[in-house]
């Protein structure tokens, strides 16, 4: 197997855009508090300690994201497979012309197209058999559709004749369900959405009270109780996002 072949369950972030993605999210943060507090130093502080967990955050949905395009693209492979089945030609030159579709729709630096190419470099220079490849292949994903895929193709491999049939048969019930799926996921993001804009607007009326002037917000910025109700307000809105991201993120 290729060592160099990207494990998609994992992040794949460099150390770089670890640390952007931290300062990025503690700026934000940073920003938020100052509303609230109108202290720079409590405001820095409030803001490098919750980058941590938005950094974390931010990581996890790059993983999520890629492996969603990833699963997109296994959809429109098996497509283009069973395509180039029907038509009567073998594995190897079915993937070959999946290959080719595959390219004309997606860049040359698209998993996708990576994978194929992997496979096909395996097989024919490395000797590897295709249902071992596309084992390692699912387990790399760690998507359930490539794993059934997997799974059937090294059932079918070189015992059946209904190769064609069943890799469209295959890839029209993993389509069929990614169609589901996406149905609902736009229904959640259109809800998630509405989530978000209703967690703003406790900064958007501390701006507005803010700039009415005639020191209407000085006893919050200047008073201990001041301090004391504006780290209340911070927590509950912490703990809505938290639990707002937590309901948005429905496993289908």
Known sequence: MNPNMPVYYRCNMKKGEHILAYLVSSLIIAVIAYLFYHLVPISVLVGLGAGFYLEKIYAD?????RMAALRLQFRDFLESMSVAARAG???????KSALKDLKISYSAK???VK?????????????????????????????EDIRSFATIYAVIEGKNDRFGEIVTQT???IGDKIEIEQEIHTVIA????????????PIV??????????????????????????TVALVIFGISY???SKASNIKI
């Open 205 to 230: 009326i501390v701006v507005a009270m803010s700039m009415m002037g005639s020191g209407f917000m000085d006893a919050l910025f200047t008073t201990f109780a001041g301090h004391a109700a504006a």
């Open 61 to 65: 949905s790059t993983v999520k994201k």
């Open 190 to 201: 259109s809800a998630k959405s509405e989530t978000n804009m209703m967690l703003l607007m």
């Open 242 to 244: 938290v639990l707002a």
């Open 115 to 143: 994978e194929v190419e992997n496979i096909l470099l395996q097989y024919e220079k490395g000797g590897i058999e295709l249902k071992y490849l596309f084992e390692d292949f699912a387990n790399r994903s760690n998507l």
């Open 110 to 112: 698209a998993d996708i």
């Open 89 to 95: 030609n073998v594995e190897v030159m079915a993937l």
């Open 171 to 173: 890839s029209e019930i």
